[in-house]
């Protein structure tokens, strides 16, 4: 079974490389996707969103991914820094409802 | 930069004791969420405001739990009586538009301790 509590996915990267977080959702209905990053101690804090009519999108050294074939979502790191060290969350919301569902996350850790 | 506020930042209570926190919200967001983090895991919501009104407690543990928007501005989240199973991390989110693909802005949270 899925291991839960202080078991995170884990990825390590050496400073400098790119890096891919992935997330797997299960609700086909989910229209709306939001990437957020989580410091220790800290609130989540937004990155990057997708819309579904969408399957790539841009920002600054990252990028998301959209396959809604096999409900699954990335998250492209360019160049990651130590300063990108955290937990990755992803979050959809499903059309008609206006709650973004967390999935589970994954540390990032990033090594100089 | 606006940012939404919690307070307290930290919180140790005994168990079976009454505690509160607050949250004022990014000025002009009409959307309040509030969200329970535990330890290793995402954040799952307790709790959604538009204005004034809740849309969504459904997974608020009514028998203890109790929030409030009296103004449509700023909300307080209560526990009583807190357990120890209520230690987590309480995260209030603001967002400003219903049913639109807009993103929720999240505080800095309160990390809960029950002892």
């Known amino acids: 079974g899925e291991s839960v509590g202080l078991h995170l996915p884990t990825l390590s990267v050496q400073e400098g490389d790119n890096s891919i977080i992935n997330c797997a959702y299960s609700?086909?209905?989910?229209?709306?996707f939001i990437w957020y990053k989580q410091e220790s101690g800290k609130g989540p804090q937004f990155i990057i969103d997708i819309r579904s009519n969408m399957d790539k999108r841009q920002g600054q050294r990252v990028t998301v991914l959209l396959n809604k074939t096999v409900k699954h979502l990335s998250l492209q790191i360019a160049a990651t820094q130590p300063g990108d060290s955290a937990v990755y969350f992803c979050?959809?919301?499903?059309?008609?409802?206006?709650?973004?569902?967390f999935g589970r996350g994954t540390s990032l850790i990033v090594h100089p | 930069e606006a940012e939404v506020a919690q307070s307290p930042r930290y919180k140790i209570t005994e168990k079976s004791q009454a505690v509160a926190f607050w949250c004022d919200p990014i000025s002009g967001h009409a959307t309040l969420y509030w969200y329970r983090q535990i330890l290793g895991q995402g954040p799952e919501l307790l709790v959604q405001?538009?204005?004034?009104?809740?849309?969504?407690d459904s997974q608020l543990p009514k028998d203890r739990f109790s929030a409030e928007r009296l103004k449509g501005v700023d909300s307080t989240l209560k526990i009583q009586p807190a357990e120890l199973g209520d230690s987590a991390m309480y995260l209030c989110?603001?967002?400003?538009?219903?049913?639109?693909?807009?993103?929720?802005?999240f505080g800095q949270g309160t990390r809960l301790t029950v002892v």
């Open positions: 989110a603001s967002s400003s538009r219903r049913g639109m693909n807009t993103e929720a802005f």
């Open positions: 405001f538009q204005d004034e009104s809740v849309v969504d």
């Open positions: 609700n086909s209905a989910s229209d709306y």
């Open positions: 979050a959809e919301r499903v059309g008609g409802s206006y709650i973004p569902t």
